[in-house]
T-cell receptor, first 112, second 114 residues
Framework: SAVISQKPSRDICQRGTSLTIQCQVD?????MFWYRQQPGQSLTLIAT?????????ESGFVIDKFPISRPNLTFSTLTVSNMSPEDSSIYLC?????????FGQGTRLTVV | DQQVKQNSPSLSVQEGRISILNCDYT??????FLWYKKYPAEGPTFLIS?????DKNEDGRFTVFLNKSAKHLSLHIVPSQPGDSAVYFC?????????????FGQGTILTVHP
């Protein structure tokens, strides 16, 4: 199973600012995925990050708000831009492969 | 449109007994189904998965059953332990290169009483 490390683990940010979340996988993976879990809700896929190409966003999520980088096969970043209190959520990255799909520990973001 | 549904928000079970968590889906294109356990301050922990071509998969205390005609799956935990108390999510995947592109259910809070 892949080991996925995220940082920061939590942050409190002012509205209008941006936060970049980093995700590191301990092995090379083709695809990485970014999810959001809003308070009391389930996990929702934000986008799929492929190395060497633009990320693919799900309905309701746009690149201007959630720009993603994927510079190599073990690393990705998600930026939450121009934050509002509604962006307060847990953000998680994951990678999938034979046997399962594995998640980082998440970044708990609070926007004040 | 909720493609993956967990209709029971919570389940309470006595230690040593069986826990049965249920999940329904609507999209016939899903190829794999996965179960996760999640604590509040952590990311989801992968428990077990099943391919759509199988009807059962077992790993230790965890067994997943898939009824493809009914579009229903269930996770059985036997015997249940207090440490199993957590939120359980089922998730569905299209498989292939998009294996990790998951659609999650709403989760079921499992409480196992000593």
């Amino acid at each position: 199973s892949a080991v996925i490390s995220q940082k920061p683990s939590r942050d409190i940010c002012q509205r209008g600012t941006s936060l970049t979340i980093q995700c590191q996988v301990d092995s090379q993976v083709t695809m990485m995925f970014w999810y959001r879990q809003q308070p009391g809700q389930s996990l929702t896929l934000i986008a799929t990050a492929n190395q060497g190409s633009e990320a693919t966003y799900e309905s309701g999520f746009v690149i201007d708000k959630f720009p993603i980088s994927r510079p190599n096969l073990t690393f990705s970043t998600l930026t939450v831009s121009n934050m509002s209190p509604e962006d307060s959520s847990i953000y998680l990255c994951s990678s999938g492969g034979d046997g399962g799909a594995f998640f980082g520990q998440g970044t708990r973001l609070t926007v004040v | 449109d909720q493609q993956v549904k967990q209709n029971s928000p919570s389940l309470s079970v006595q230690e040593g007994r069986i826990s049965i968590l249920n999940c329904d889906y609507t999209n016939s294109m899903f190829d794999y189904f996965l179960w996760y356990k999640k604590y509040p301050a952590e990311g989801p922990t992968f428990l077990i998965s099943i391919s759509s071509i199988k009807d059962k998969n077992e790993d230790g205390r965890f067994t997943v059953f898939l009824n493809k005609s009914a579009k229903h799956l269930s996770l059985h935990i036997v015997p249940s332990q207090p440490g199993d108390s957590a939120v359980y999510f089922c998730a569905a995947s299209p498989g292939g290169t998009s294996y990790g592109k998951l659609t999650f259910g709403q989760g079921t809070i499992l409480t196992v009483h000593p």
